[in-house]
C-alpha cells in the first residue's frame, strides 16, 4: 500500500510517501513568514499554503521515487487547526483522490500525534495497548488513554494555556523570536534549573493550567528589570533552565497521577513539544526511577509533519474507512 499524506493545520505544509508503515519520504515546508508578527497570522498561513503545496507534494513523491498513478489512497489532516489552512490541503486532496480514482482518508491531526509511534523505523518500539499519551504541542496539552488505534480517551487537559504556548510566552517575554520553545530549550541547556523558582499552578485531577506561569514569568522579569536592566541578558540560561524545568514537573506531576489512577505504566509522548531535550531526558529517566516504558518519537515526528497522516491513514486504509469528497474540515475535533 503506498500512502500519499498531506498536512496543513497550522503553518507547516507537509507532504509525506508512505510504504505499508514504512515513511518513504516526509517533506515540510516551514512558513518564516510568521515569526515577524510574533504569531501565526492565518490568513498568511492560508496562503502560503496555497503557493507550498504543489512543490511539496511533488517534492515528497520524488523523494521517494514513486508515480501518483502508484498510490492506494490520499490521506490529509481534517482537524484540528486553522480553517482556511485545512482547506487548503483538503481541497487538494479531494481533487487528488477525485482525478486519480483513488480512496480518500481524513486524519485526525492529535491521533496523529500519538500515532506517530506507529511508523516503523528501526530503533524505536512500537508502543502496545493501552499505553497513555502525553500529547503536549502549541494548541493542546493532553493525557489521553489510548486502548486501540481508533478509541482514545481524553483523560487529563489543560484548562487555558497549551504547553507550547507557555514555551512560546515565556520566550517572548526574553524578547526571543517566535516560535520561542526550541529557544527556550537550547539556553536551558547551559543554565541552572534550580537558579529560579516559579510556583506551580494547583489544579485538581489530571488538568493542566499554564497561564498563571507565564503571568509569574512576566511580574518575575519586570521586577528583576527594576533591579538590572540587563537581568534577562546576564542570565538568560538559567531563566529558561528554570522556566523549563517548573513547566516539566508540571507535566511530570500530572503523568504520575495518571499512572496511578489508570496503573498503566507505558507511556508515550507526542507533538511538537515533546522535541524538547529536558522533556525527553525526564522521561527517560522514569524507566529506571519507577519502571515505565517509554516511547519517545523520533525528532522528525514530534512537530507537525505529513508521515504521521500517513501512519493513521494506512491504518484506515487497512480497515477501509474512506471518505467522499463531502467531507468536511473541523477546526475543532475530538477523537
Ligand atoms: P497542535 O498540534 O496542537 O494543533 P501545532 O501543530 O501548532 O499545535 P506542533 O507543531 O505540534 O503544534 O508544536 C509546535 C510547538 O512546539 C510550538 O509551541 C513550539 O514552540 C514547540 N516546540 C518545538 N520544539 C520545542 C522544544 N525543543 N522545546 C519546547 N517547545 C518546543
Ligand atoms: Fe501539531
Known amino acids: 500500500v503506498f500512502i500519499l499524506a498531506i498536512e496543513s493545520s497550522c503553518d507547516d505544509t507537509a507532504a509525506a510517501v508512505l510504504h505499508n508503515d514504512k515513511v ?3 517533506v515540510v515546508a516551514n512558513q518564516l513568514i510568521h515569526s515577524q508578527y510574533g504569531g501565526v497570522v492565518p490568513e498568511l498561513a492560508s496562503r502560503a499554503h ?3 503545496i504543489v512543490p ?3 517534492a515528497a513523491l520524488r523523494k ?6 502508484q498510490l492506494s489512497a490520499i490521506a490529509f489532516t481534517q482537524g484540528p487547526g486553522l480553517m482556511g489552512s485545512l482547506l487548503v490541503g483538503s481541497s487538494f486532496a479531494k481533487s487528488l483522490s477525485l482525478a486519480l480514482n483513488i480512496p480518500l482518508i481524513a486524519v485526525n491531526h492529535m491521533q496523529a500525534h500519538i500515532l506517530a509511534h506507529f511508523i516503523d523505523e528501526d530503533g524505536f518500539d512500537k508502543p502496545t495497548f ?4 502525553l500529547t503536549i504541542s502549541g494548541g493542546h496539552t493532553q493525557i489521553v488513554k489510548v486502548n486501540d488505534f481508533f478509541d482514545m480517551e481524553i483523560i487529563g487537559e489543560t484548562t487555558d494555556d497549551a504547553v507550547g504556548e507557555a514555551f512560546d510566552k515565556s520566550a517572548k517575554i526574553l524578547g526571543l523570536p517566535y516560535p520561542g520553545g526550541p529557544l527556550v530549550d537550547k539556553y ?9 523558582a516559579f510556583t506551580k499552578p494547583k489544579v485538581p485531577g489530571l488538568d493542566f493550567s499554564f497561564s498563571g506561569l507565564k503571568t509569574a514569568i512576566l511580574y518575575f522579569i519586570q521586577k528583576k528589570k527594576l533591579e538590572n536592566p540587563n537581568f534577562v541578558e546576564e542570565n538568560l540560561n538559567d531563566i529558561c533552565a528554570s522556566i523549563q524545568h517548573t513547566i516539566i514537573e508540571i507535566l511530570m506531576d500530572k503523568l504520575k497521577l ?9 507511556i508515550a509522548i507526542g507533538g511538537g513539544v515533546s522535541a524538547n531535550s529536558g522533556i525527553r531526558n525526564t ?3 522514569t524507566e529506571n526511577k519507577y519502571g515505565w516504558k517509554t516511547y519517545i518519537p523520533k525528532f522528525e515526528y514530534t512537530t507537525d509533519n505529513a508521515a504521521m497522516i500517513g501512519i493513521v491513514g494506512y491504518q484506515k486504509f487497512l480497515s477501509q474507512n474512506f471518505e467522499t469528497s463531502s467531507v468536511v474540515s473541523k477546526a475543532r475535533i475530538q477523537f
Not at 130 to 133: D, K, Y
Not at 188 to 196: D, T
Not at 258 to 266: S, W
Open 130 to 133: 493501552p499505553f497513555l499519551a
Open 283 to 285: 522521561l527517560k529517566e
Open 188 to 196: 536551558a541547556q547551559l543554565g541552572n534549573p534550580k537558579a529560579f
Open 24 to 26: 518513504l519520504s516526509n
Open 258 to 266: 495518571a499512572v496511578k489512577e489508570t496503573g498503566i505504566k507505558q
Open 64 to 69: 521517494a521515487n514513486i508515480t501518483k498513478e
Open 50 to 52: 496555497q503557493q507550498n
Open 56 to 58: 511539496v507534494i511533488d
